[in-house]
């Protein structure tokens, strides 16, 4: 029998049904870029109410496509943490009310190792622990050795803005629409990445697992918009857009990759894996496909669909439903993040 897992921590409403066997009967994501993209960011009281309007079409479209009656559902799972406090409130209210009426068993789960639990659900076995994990996404990015689903050490992570954020905000310099990170990996297809030369922050560092994305969109904004020119300069484009795009994603990701080094280095450990939204770049998927070939270790990364926000990855809460939790209906949010990361 499966598990309704409800995910609501930024900007997708999202609902899937999961079999303890970890196979994915539906998986239903409505979006709300389009409500954002005028801010070109996420707007917290705009993703708070079209939560309210969508998580119950949502929660009946996935159990409808599963083929699953409601009474079949075994339990509740909800990501409780980290995110948006009345984003987070929504899917929680949800997970109870369902919880409370079928009479069965919720279990609180942490987004950021769902994501990383990504790479477990289209791998399964072959997926070996420990391993060092990053997850890249709009609001976070940092890097792990995950010992177990639920046992993950936080290694270092950026020390300003998220890997995400730093491409949205690019997007925006060039004038692209949001969210970012899909448009510049669009344009920079065109673009040669040596064309700039931009800064790779604290790469040189090799004492610190941390990464740093704010110099960098500094850096992008100066060459856009030099110092002391006209504040109205109209954003590049063409093949001018395409140079600053590339340029700016190969900045990112050898920051990036250049600290997974590091930090299979550091571990010993044998397999890389990757999640999130950022988890989705063609470019860097090649990239560390690239170092794992040359490090000779195992490369792990889910199929797209699974990289951006999604209720499927909330398929963890089987590992804390195997060992008997129940969070019960006092189970609250917990809208911040902390440096040690357990699944539960
Ligand atoms: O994991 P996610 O869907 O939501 C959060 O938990 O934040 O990540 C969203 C972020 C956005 O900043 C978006 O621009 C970025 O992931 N993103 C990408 C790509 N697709 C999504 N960044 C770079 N390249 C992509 N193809
Ligand atoms: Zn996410």
Redesign the pocket.
Known sequence: MPLLAIET????TAAAVVTRSRQVLASVVASQEQLHARWRG?VPEIASRAHVERIIPVIDEAVRRSGVARSGIEAVAVAVRP?LVGSLLVGLAAAKAIAAMLRVPIVGYD??AA?LYACHLAHGESLPYPFVGL??????TSLFRVRSPLDLDRLGGTIDD???????KA?SLLGLP?????????VAREGDPRAHRLPRPLVADRDRLDLSFSGLKTALRYLVRPPGGPADTPPPVGRARADLAASF?QA?IDCIVAKLELAIDRTGCKAVAI??????????REAVEALGRRRGLGVFVPP?SL????AAMGAIAWERLERGDDDGLLLDVMPGTDRSRRGR
Not at 9 to 12: F, G, L, N, R, S
Not at 162 to 168: L, N, P, R, V, W
Not at 178 to 186: A, L, M, S, T
Request: charged share 20%.
């Open positions: 921590t930024c900007d997708e996420v995110g987004h950021i994501h997850v890249a996404s709009g609001g976070h998220a890997a995400g954020e730093a491409f949205d997007a949001y969210p970012g990170g899909p448009e510049v990996e669009r994603q990112v999640g999130g939204g950022v988890a989705a770049n063609s470019a860097l797209r990289c951006t926000d999604n």
